[in-house]
């Protein structure tokens, strides 16, 4: 099944034509107007550079001027392969459209609402007829009825006309043209963006994001580029400054030569400032060291690791260690913004 833009917004035409995947582009002089479009001949040459195929309006009174019309908008610069022009449903438009496939250019009557319209269409050789789904069903119509008719017309004829579901509201017309069969579709950027979303897909999306990262990355990459360390013989202002520095709730205590001896953690403070008051303040890391050390990882752990130890020991951070040095910290925080823990 063919897909078309249905826009004349350039914006969004760049955008979505960007995604490779379109066969063409329609437009309309209403979504010129409605763009503050003035120029039409101009803005005809610029879609026709950005899209595979242009469908554009070829208006007239008289067959005669439809087919003038779209010869002086070919003599623009498009190309005659690439442009398909747009008619709408009546008997002028089916003898304009003859003389105009005579003339080897492509023909789309559009505004078709009836059934023998778009046999009247087709037998004029059409390259396009094309019924407007949305506006039919806004009079109270039965607008799938009508395309299903002339899918199975085009079918059991033999016809060359492709059936252009147009029109569209949501993502259910589109899936109802698919089941139509219907041989293209032209759809609102609004709609066609949003085709692929669905929140199974999100979520399943998310734990393969998950899962990639458990199994693949390594602690050295998600730690933060401040490393919060005091020595024994640091102050608990000090402290409390490395933490406000590095927005973690703990720091790593150091001896003289750097090597890791203890940690000191908001929690530590919390329950120190209660019996201390203002004098905590003055206390040296050396009374916060313990006899066991606080709990590490390699920085060439998987991250997979460091969850495991998270969710088992129930603490909220975790030294990085090198040489028995800390070379950085995790945060549990951080973990559960990357929604590697829930």
Known sequence: MELYLDSADLKEIKEAFDWGILTGLTTTPTFMHRQGITDIDGAIIELAKLVPILQVEALGDTAEEIVAEAE??????????????????????????????????????????????????????????????????????????????????????????????????????????ILAGVHTITVPWNVLKKLNENSLTAIGTAQFVEHTRLITMRVQEVISEFNPVVKTEDTVFEALHQMTESGLG?????????????????????????????????????????????????????????????????IDNIIVVKDQKPIGMLDVQDFVKMNLIG
């Open 72 to 177: 002086r908008i070919l003599a623009l610069g498009l190309e005659k392969e690439k442009t398909v022009f747009k008619i709408p449903a009546s008997n002028i438009a089916l003898k304009a459209c003859k003389i105009l496939k005579d003339k080897g250019m492509r023909v789309n009557i559009h505004l078709v609402y009836t059934l023998n319209q778009a046999y009247l269409a087709m037998q004029a050789g059409a390259d396009y007829v094309c019924p407007l789904v949305g506006r039919l069903q806004d009079q109270g119509h039965d607008a799938i009825a009508l395309i299903e008719q002339c899918v199975k017309a085009v079918n059991y004829y033999g016809y060359s006309t492709k059936v252009m579901f147009s029109s569209v509201r949501h993502a259910e017309h589109v899936r109802t043209a």
């Open 250 to 314: 703990a720091v790593s205590i150091v001896d003289d030569e750097g090597n890791l001896v203890g940690i000191f953690t908001d929690g530590d403070l919390r329950r120190n400032l209660a019996e201390n008051g203002k004098a905590l303040l003055n206390k040296k890391m050396n009374k916060f060291v313990k006899k066991q050390l606080p709990i590490t990882i390699h920085p060439e752990a998987l991250l997979e690791e460091a969850v495991k130890i998270f969710k088992q020991k129930s």
